[in-house]
């Protein structure tokens, strides 16, 4: 019993090994990041269409929950720019211009993953998520980069931002460039510089807060406010009291299901993702299922508290990482500081020009474009550099809503296509050893006089047999001779369902009418009981865990193996 609450809550087992120099440490950790997530969470809500205390607020209550239920050490929960341009796509349309119904369908979908993430859990979901590949999260987070730079661009130039999608957002900045405000142009691209260079130098230092500051005094004690920068305002002073507020119809609950399906399965990778990468790092696991549990807790969290969809974001992550966080002890410090500033200092950020906001979103989106990785997929693989191309562009073209059910969807036909057209390997001696190989990789192995050596390399299953069958036949065309034996090695096959089975022995009844042996070795447990269950075993005998592809050679070329060859047709002479 004690082990299952342990498990449900991991927090208990951190805390008991908890030492008090780790103090230290999460403190110095919490402000760090503190002071990192103001300006982003004000930055990111507005990117979501939401007052910018709403991206505080997800940071205040979320980090307790996760706090609890989290199996990372240093993962810091919060709102991302993928996530939040998600919500902007949805919210901003079915809200219009009603600033307090955004917030609370904003809320209602943090409740709504909250719901998932539960059922997720409970039917142990995680290992279904893991099929989104990593080369369609790379076109996925390109492609929203986009989209996010194509709504904040036009604050750099302080023009309002229209259009529904990047290409007519686009054309409408460039359309309406003879609008630009100089002041808001040149103060945004001089606090885009000092941000990139402050990165550069200063690596894991809260850069995005010092230019914040230093942009608030500037509006304050000199004239540039006069030059048309439009600032925040005033935020709300103290903390929301935790509760529901939702007055939505049913029609409410059904326009925004499909979003918090989207941000459901966007919170979900992202957080995975920067856990695992930063667990490696410092040599311990996390686990993917309760990861589920913790993240719906957190959204919980973020709903009750008048915030929206949040994740464990990799650059707050790596913030709070590099800032010395040994534990989960940080998060609470985080929460405690942003308390104290919304209790007594919001009326520092009132004049907080919009054009820094939209300079901090687009230094977070750039890392998200990762070039490095696409042209290293352009080189090594040029079927998935295609994959994440598409993705980037249906992301641009269709939306991001639209662009993660294209993801979805390019995932499972990517896993489709490999297993639906497996390789069959012909496998030779390599010299000089008793090993085997493919001879299409290897073409200097030796193949074995008499003897065919099949190897499909995936499982064998009803959309696949007609494929492998094919290549069969063209593989025994071109070794056409004398061959006695055909031996299948089943050891690259996870499954064989009744069609594949059946498949095996149609394939042993045309062998042995042309007088040649099959054999099969290495096949898995389940894959054995599947070919017996079909009768293979009375056509060609025992299919034994214990005989290997080398007994079976050796009984063949000593005539132990029994034959009934009485009209040879083939050899292993290449043709």
Known sequence: MREKIIKLFPFINQMSGYRLSYLRWDMLAGATLAFYAIPTSMAYAGLAGLPPETGIYCYLFAGLLYFILGTSRQLAIGPTSAIS???????????????????????????????????????????????????????????????????????FF??????????????????????????????????????????????????????????????????????????????????????????????????????????????????????????????????????????????????????????????????????????????????????????????????????????????????????????????VSRSEFWVALVTILAVMVLGVLQGIVIAVILSILTILKKTATPHVAVLGVVPGTKSLSDITRHPDNVLIDKVLILRPEESILYFNTNHIREDIRKIMEAYKGHTELVILDLSSANFVDVAGARFILQFEEDLKKKGIMLRIVDALGNVRDMLRAEGLEKAIGHISRRISLHDVLEDFQSGRLITDVTQPELSLAPG
């Open 85 to 155: 341009i998600v919500v902007a796509s949805s919210v901003g349309v079915l809200a219009g211009s009603d600033p307090v119904k955004a917030m609370m369908l904003a809320s209602l979908t943090a409740l709504m993953m909250a719901g998932f993430f539960l059922v997720a859990w409970l039917i142990r979901l995680s290992s279904l998520i893991s099929f989104i590949s990593d080369t369609i999260l790379i076109g996925f987070k390109a492609g929203a980069a986009m989209v996010i730079a194509s709504t904040q661009l036009p604050k």
């Open 158 to 379: 302080g023009i309002p931002g229209e259009g529904s999608s990047f290409f007519d957002r686009i054309w409408h900045l460039i359309s309406r460039l003879g609008e630009t405000r100089q002041a808001v142009l040149i103060f945004g691209l001089v606090a885009f510089t000092l941000l990139l260079a402050g990165n550069y130098f200063f690596k894991g230092k809260p850069i995005s807060l010092v230019i914040v500051i230093g942009s608030i005094l500037l509006i304050s004690f000199t004239g540039i406010g006069q030059l048309g920068l439009a600032v925040v305002g005033e935020i709300p002073r103290g903390i929301p009291l935790p509760g529901l507020q939702f007055t939505l119809d049913p029609a409410d609950l059904n326009n925004i299901f499909f979003l918090a399906m989207a941000c459901f399965f966007l919170s979900y990778v992202e957080s995975i993702s920067a856990a695992r990468a930063i667990a490696r790092d410092h040599g311990y696991e996390v686990d993917p299922r309760q990861e589920l549990l913790a993240l719906g807790g957190a959204n919980l969290a973020a709903a009750l508290g008048h915030g929206y969809a949040v994740a464990g974001g990799l650059s707050q992550s790596r913030v709070n990482d590099k800032a010395g966080a040994k534990s989960l002890v940080s998060l609470l410090f985080t929460s405690l500081i942003l308390g104290i500033i919304l209790l007594f200092l919001t009326g520092l950020f009132k004049n907080l020009p919009h054009v820094i906001l939209a300079v901090i979103v687009l230094d977070a989106v750039i890392g998200l474009i990762d070039l490095k990785e696409l042209k290293h997929l352009f080189r």
